[in-house]
């Protein structure tokens, strides 16, 4: 008796331990999402991305690339952008996974009359 007794107490307190582990991780602090970034800041660097595709394509790619010294040594346009605009630097070092995923959803909403080349190709029709 004594050995099912220690045996259900085993798996009472296993069952209890998994019943708290949402309210344990609930308690411990969570680092908000950081969403100061403006909407002229992300317009500024998608129009930056735009004109840059190689880079873009890479950074889009490997976010973390923004951190990379040797990588930023050989990319001196996003370079001298990133210190021209020192809040998307700020931003874009802070969590560059979560920024360009801003800027890809700016880029994906912004609309075909918000790109120069489409302006271009509209105003070819007339």
């Known amino acids: 008796m004594t050995k099912h007794w220690s045996q259900w107490m085993r798996l009472g307190v296993l069952l209890f331990a998994i ?66 605009h020192p809040r998307v630097r700020e931003e874009i070092k802070e969590n560059p996974k979560a920024f360009m995923r801003r800027e890809a959803k700016y880029e994906k909403h912004e609309g075909p009359e918000r790109k120069p080349k489409d302006r271009d190709r509209d105003r070819d029709r007339r």
């Open 19 to 84: 019943a708290a582990l949402p309210c344990i991780a609930n308690a411990m602090p969570q680092q908000p999402p950081d969403h100061d970034t403006t909407r002229g800041e992300l317009a500024s660097f998608d129009r930056f991305l735009d004109s840059h595709p190689k880079d873009a394509r890479e950074l889009r790619k490997h976010p973390g690339l923004i951190d990379n010294r040797e990588w930023m040594e050989h990319h001196p346009g996003v370079r001298d952008y990133l210190q021209d």
